[in-house]
């Protein structure tokens, strides 16, 4: 378990451990207040080991809280576009660019998906690692009301599978399990490509997003061979809500591998 530390003194706390063994993350400090009668400032800094030779910390965010600080430090940061529709919530995927724009003297941005990385078109756009860098940036920070999560309606493709009754459920059921995990890898590499524009990540982004409509395919004619075997429905469609369930499974993926 990653656990928060005190270190040396009470203005600076370091952040170690993780899943996999003694993993150090970064640090927060406080950069004003105790003394002099000033508000507290914490400043977020993250542990990059693949910077500089031996690694380096960077700047990712700053805030009065030292909770809230911290919850900077490897935070996940979602997608802010709320999806109306199956399910209504924000999207489940993590975000790769972060669009902004001053108004009224106000910085305004909002963290995209690959998907949804066209919204806000006009505004700057930049890699959301560039714009933790440069402007700071809070996991969950308050957008246009609360984040919703998605309620998915069945995202245990494994554990229904074990479950089937049929031949043919228990093949659908591993179809779905496929297309998400293929769409998992489509939706990765749609947000490396907006953050990273070029060549080799837009050969992935094409390839991938076959391989998903391949494994869409697949599914939606398992689907129809399971409707008609198990149930004798004829010409029957992939309902919204595997559709659904496919998609929220898919975030998952992708959100565990981001960690
Ligand atoms: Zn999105």
């Known amino acids: 378990m990653a656990e928060w530390v005190q270190s040396g003194y009470n203005g600076m706390f370091r952040l170690t451990g993780g899943e996999s063994g003694e993993q150090y993350a970064g640090y927060v400090v406080r950069t004003q207040g105790e003394s002099g009668g000033q508000p507290e400032r914490w400043s977020a800094y993250e542990f990059h080991a693949d910077r500089g030779e031996h690694g380096e910390h960077v700047w990712i965010a700053s805030h009065a809280s030292r909770e809230v600080a911290q919850t900077a430090v490897k935070g ?22 972060v669009r902004h724009t001053i108004y009224k003297g106000k910085r305004l941005r ?44 069945i995202t245990c493709f494994v554990e229904s599978a074990k479950n089937a009754e049929t031949i043919t459920e228990r093949n659908m059921w591993i179809a779905m ?16 490509f907006v953050a990273f524009p070029i060549e080799p990540n837009a050969r992935q982004y094409r390839d991938t997003r076959t391989q998903w409509e391949h494994a869409k395919e697949h599914a939606e004619g398992i689907h129809a061979v399971y409707a ?10 992939l309902p919204d809500y595997f559709l659904h369930s496919i998609t929220c499974k898919a975030a998952e993926i992708v959100r565990s591998r981001k960690r």
């Open 76 to 97: 996940e940061f979602l997608c802010e576009v709320y999806l109306t529709g199956n399910g209504p919530g924000h999207c489940p995927f993590p975000g790769s660019i």
């Open 110 to 153: 909002t963290v995209l998906c690959g998907e949804h990385s066209g919204v806000f078109e006009g505004w700057d756009t930049m890699p959301l690692g560039e714009y933790r860098r440069t402007h700071g940036l809070i996991p969950d920070a308050p957008i246009i009301g609360e984040r919703v999560a998605p309620v998915p309606e």
């Open 177 to 192: 399990h496929k297309a998400a995990r293929a769409l998992a890898n489509y939706r990765f590499w749609y947000g490396h």
């Open 228 to 237: 008609r075997e198990d149930h004798g429905q004829e010409s029957a469609e």
